[in-house]
């Protein structure tokens, strides 16, 4: 029944009114038009055109003879309410009955809602929503609330909220399609805490993964989950071939994230910044030496670490492996004699970090005689724990474990992922439909001169 296509002409009429004795601010001028609403105005008075369109095309012109006999008859209106990012609407919409119609159908149908989706019995509409979720990708959900940047209507932040776990879960799933096959050969784990306000623990523990492309410079996000296991992280990568099996892992020497991700043919790269503050606690911890004395060590061993990144930044670029094989030699020559040291002077848990962290002190420079580019540092995800602390570490917060994860599964896709969090609201909200969509606006002053 519906004609194609569907051409709607709106006339404006708007009168303004201004003393020519005064002087106004542009910004004032701009303000006042934007109080009349119009986008909204508009909106309302396009949707009710579509409507009677809709109408006419299924049972005649109103009032026209013969409408009687027609299969469509013309029934009830009702009202429907809706917020979009153009304001706060009512319209009233036109209900249609299909007198030929068996018991199994309903009878009763608005065709507007073939043309223009509702988003079901949802008040706030797709774009308003995906507006106060971005925002609370930052803000809290009362903040997002009232912000508005400059909307009549926001929701509120129960709906805000219901709304985060809602995309956020669509968004796990859309990334998770992208992942497998990605085989990433750089991975970055690391895991912190969130406060619970769940009856069962006192903290939630977060754990997020990144995939580092050192040729490229650039991060992306591939895997974020609340109260996992490492292992089980690991293993679902592996399954979906997201990392490769001769990965590099980087990141601190938490015991599980390592074993998890090295099992097999994975390499170990130990963090070099964590290495003097782990070496201080050790030498604190076996309390053997005076705080100048391990502060001494801590410096040298650091010395000789950052010696020998440095050198591979040099010598890389230009192959020359032979200089790189050579400070390698020195660097693991002498911290096992200052292990050795430790051990003399009774400090065994220092001596054993030392001995047992070495390989995975020089991985990246190992690597670097292949050709290879490895992170000494896993300062991206540490950045991305960064954006996990803006938004859900503050003391007052207290989080769900499905609340926490689809809040950061936003926050860290945005983060990491920009392409894909755009893409995802691109089809949350459709528009690629706008290529379907033809709209010109013309003004024509009937007052004063152009």
Request: hydrophobic content about 35%; charged content about 30%; overall charge negative.
């Amino acid at each position: 029944m519906r004609e194609s296509p569907i051409q709607i002409t709106l006339t404006v009429h708007l009168v303004l009114s201004i003393d020519l004795t005064e002087q106004y601010p542009l910004a004032a001028v701009a303000e006042i038009l934007t109080q009349q609403s119009i986008e909204s105005a508009l909106l309302e008075t396009l949707i009710q055109s579509l409507n009677e369109h809709l109408v006419e095309a299924y049972c005649g012109d109103k009032h026209a003879y013969g409408n009687g006999t027609k299969r469509f008859q013309r029934s009830a209106t009702s009202t429907r309410s809706a917020v979009t990012t153009a304001g706060e609407h009512q319209f009233t919409l036109d209900y249609v009955e299909d007198t030929a119609t068996d018991d199994e159908n309903p009878s009763h149908f608005r065709p507007i809602e073939d043309l223009v989706d509702f988003d079901g019995k949802k008040r706030y509409q797709q774009d308003i929503s995906a507006h106060s979720v971005d925002l609370a990708t930052t803000l809290s959900y009362r903040d997002a609330a009232s912000h508005g940047d400059g909307f009549d209507k926001m929701p509120s932040p129960d709906t805000i909220q219901r709304r985060v776990e809602e995309y956020g879960d669509e968004l796990s799933e859309f990334v998770a399609d992208r992942l497998p096959g990605t085989e990433a050969d750089t991975v970055v784990p690391d895991g912190t805490k969130c406060y619970s306000q769940d009856d069962d623990r006192d903290y939630h523990d977060v754990q997020v993964t990144l995939a580092e492309d050192t040729a490229e410079n650039s991060r992306s996000l591939l895997d974020v989950s609340v109260n996992a296991v490492w292992d089980e992280t690991a293993a679902s990568l592996e399954a979906m071939d997201a990392i490769t099996d001769d990965a590099r892992v980087v990141s601190d020497a938490e015991n599980r994230l390592v074993t998890a991700f090295t099992d097999g043919t994975r390499k170990h790269q130990l963090d070099l910044s964590h290495v003097p503050r782990t070496l201080s606690y050790k030498l604190w911890d076996d309390g053997a030496l005076s705080l100048d004395d391990r502060r001494e060590v801590t410096s040298e061993v650091a010395g000789e670490l950052f010696h020998l990144k440095n050198s591979v930044e040099k010598h890389r670029p230009e192959e020359e492996r032979s200089a790189i094989r050579e400070r390698i030699g020195r660097t693991e020559e002498r911290i096992e004699k200052t292990a050795w040291q430790l051990e003399q002077l009774s400090s065994p848990k220092a001596a054993d970090y030392l001995r047992s962290g070495l390989p995975s002190m020089v991985t990246f420079a190992e690597d670097a005689l292949d050709g290879f580019e490895v992170p000494w540092t896993s300062n991206p995800v540490e950045r991305a724990m960064g954006e996990v602390a803006k938004r859900c570490k503050r003391d007052w917060m207290r989080w769900t474990e499905d609340g926490l994860e689809a809040l950061l599964q936003l926050r860290l896709v945005k983060y990491a992922n920009p392409g894909y969090y755009r893409q995802f609201f691109d089809d949350l909200l459709q528009r690629s439909t706008h290529k379907k969509i033809r709209c010109t606006v013309s003004v024509t002053v009937t007052g004063g001169e152009v």
